[in-house]
């Protein structure tokens, strides 16, 4: 089956720090990612689609200056937390589609999310 | 625009009863519908997914939905809850039709406790 890592799983910084959380897309090429933020008790926030060797689309109200996002190959996309604040303290999760002639053709799959604690 | 209503933030059943989660989309083109389970601290899994074709999808762990136009409803159920199906439930719908899943718009999800 399909496999999505997320390193680091959870990572706790100082506030003013920046933070990277790479996805990678273990036995398959991912022309798309996607990346979320969960706050507790809350459901999944889209963040921004990113695409294979093109930038990144936020989604509204996102500040792209603030979370870097960049997809270098067709097997890792990373979001960095630039100048990270207690307030961006969340459950990130990425996920990866497919590219086309594989069975499961466009199916999204998740990876297991990187908890992110800034002090 | 899409977006997705789970009605109950939290379902308890006894182990053995039927599970019912709710979940109602709003979309303006055909839909492709979508349930999640997450496990504390963990990403989702995928438990089924409706794309045009049978209106009665069967999923994983015994667990299947049905796609209802007339009700704008996908419906998760499950006959006989197991202790190990306690978990956050997401309902999704996707963005684009024809071939291709685009963005994933999530409910608000529904907390599955099942009692001994």
């Known amino acids: 089956g399909a496999v999505v890592s997320q390193h680091p799983s959870w990572v706790i910084c100082k506030s003013g720090t920046s933070v990277k959380i790479e996805c990678r897309s273990l036995d398959f090429q991912a022309t798309t990612m996607f990346w979320y933020r969960q706050f507790p008790k809350q459901s999944l926030m889209l963040m921004a689609t990113s695409n294979e060797g093109s930038k990144a689309t936020y989604e509204q109200g996102v500040e792209k200056d603030k979370f870097l996002i960049n997809h270098a190959s067709l097997t890792l996309s990373t979001l960095t937390v630039t100048s990270a604040h207690p307030e961006d303290s969340s459950f990130y999760i990425c996920s990866a589609r497919a590219q086309p002639k594989r069975e499961g053709l466009y199916e999204q799959y998740f990876g297991p999310g990187t908890r992110l604690t800034v002090t | 625009a899409q977006s997705v209503t789970q009605l109950g933030s939290h379902v308890s059943v006894s182990e053995g009863a039927l599970v019912l989660l709710r979940c109602n989309y709003s979309s303006s083109v055909p839909p492709y519908l979508f349930w999640y389970v997450q496990y504390p601290n963990q990403g989702l899994q995928l438990l089924l997914k409706y794309t045009s074709a049978a209106t009665l999808v069967k999923g994983i762990n015994g667990f299947e939905a049905e796609f209802k136009k007339s009700e704008t409803s996908f419906h998760l159920t499950k006959p006989s809850a197991h202790m190990s199906d306690a978990a956050e439930y997401f309902c999704?719908?996707?963005?684009?039709?024809?071939?291709?899943?685009?963005?994933?718009?999530f409910g608000q999800g529904t907390i599955l406790t099942v009692h001994p």
């Open positions: 999704a719908v996707s963005d684009a039709g024809g071939t291709s899943y685009g963005k994933l718009t």
